[in-house]
């Protein structure tokens, strides 16, 4: 623990230095969904390559790098593309930049991705609020000693996607007029797609939307403090439920197309968060 907390610090002075600002919200953009970095004014740019001991992404459609600026008046980081546990690193690398955020000031952080529907109800395209999540078949990413500068060793996980952010998200999907679906986000290790069997299990374990990311990332936050919300595009319907083969490219393509209302909801939503410093 002490090499990671080591780890941390010299990333969280290496970027500070760099960033321009002081961010009060955190952005984690998900497969296909870098493009929302253009509604910013930006600041800065960091690219992950150039951070100390710092995880690169290795995904097409990732860019790599955090942005520092604004979105309407409010001071945001955001990470165009994240790192996975299926690309080898540790979970303790997979939440670095979580824990890095915090560090750097963010009180809330907003985590989308690109998923799977496991609800026959959903469709391809559709944006899912992330109500909860299973994060049981992934290695917890608090296993280990704890840092409890960071957050207490056994952190309460009763309510991981803060209740009153999402009240907002919902406000925001009506005066905007978007359909937003509601469900529970199921991480899995990846990197190969799920098995017809295994969508059956999950659909019975009540989940609504399947995918590669993120559980871990809000269960860190959740433990060094920050307020946590998070977004799902349904890129297409998971195995057994579509008669199409799945691909990366079919991720791209329904990210692609949904860009617009995934933007001016995200948009809005961060636009109205925080108190005006930009």
């Known amino acids: 623990m002490a090499d990671i907390m080591e780890k941390l610090e010299n990333a969280k002075n290496f970027v500070s230095a760099r960033a321009g600002l002081v961010p009060e919200v955190g952005i984690v953009l998900g497969s296909g969904l870098g493009d929302f970095a253009q509604r910013m004014e930006i600041v800065s740019a ?68 690109a998923a799977g529907g496991v609800n026959k109800d959903f469709a391809a395209g559709d944006l899912m609020l992330i109500t909860d999540h299973i994060a049981a078949f992934v290695p917890n990413p608090l296993i280990g ?73 809000a269960i860190a936050a959740r433990h060094a403090g920050l307020k946590v919300c998070g977004i799902s595009l349904i890129t297409n319907m998971a195995a057994g439920i579509s008669p199409v083969p799945l691909s990366h490219e079919e991720v791209k393509q329904a990210a692609d197309a949904a860009a617009k209302r995934f933007g001016d909801l995200v948009e809005n939503f961060i636009s109205g968060l925080a108190k005006p410093t930009c």
Request: net charge negative; hydrophobic share 40%.
């Open 46 to 113: 960091v690219d992950y390559s150039d951070i100390p001991d710092f995880p690169r992404s290795t995904v097409e459609g990732h860019q790599g790098r955090f942005l520092f600026g604004c979105v309407g008046k409010t001071p945001v980081v955001v990470m165009q593309g994240r790192v996975h546990y299926y690309e080898g690193y540790s979970m303790q690398d997979v939440i670095m930049p979580a824990r890095l955020m915090a560090q750097m000031g963010i009180s809330t952080l907003l985590l989308t991705n």
């Open 145 to 217: 000693s704890n840092a409890d500068s960071i957050g207490t060793r056994f952190p309460d996980m009763s309510e991981v996607y803060d209740r009153s952010l999402r009240e907002q998200v919902l406000a925001c999907a009506d005066k905007l007029g978007i359909s937003l679906r509601q469900g529970v986000y199921c991480q899995l290790t990846g990197p190969s797609y799920e098995t017809p069997a295994e969508i059956r299990m999950l659909s019975a374990f009540g989940a609504d939307a399947v995918g590669m990311s993120t559980a871990v990332e």
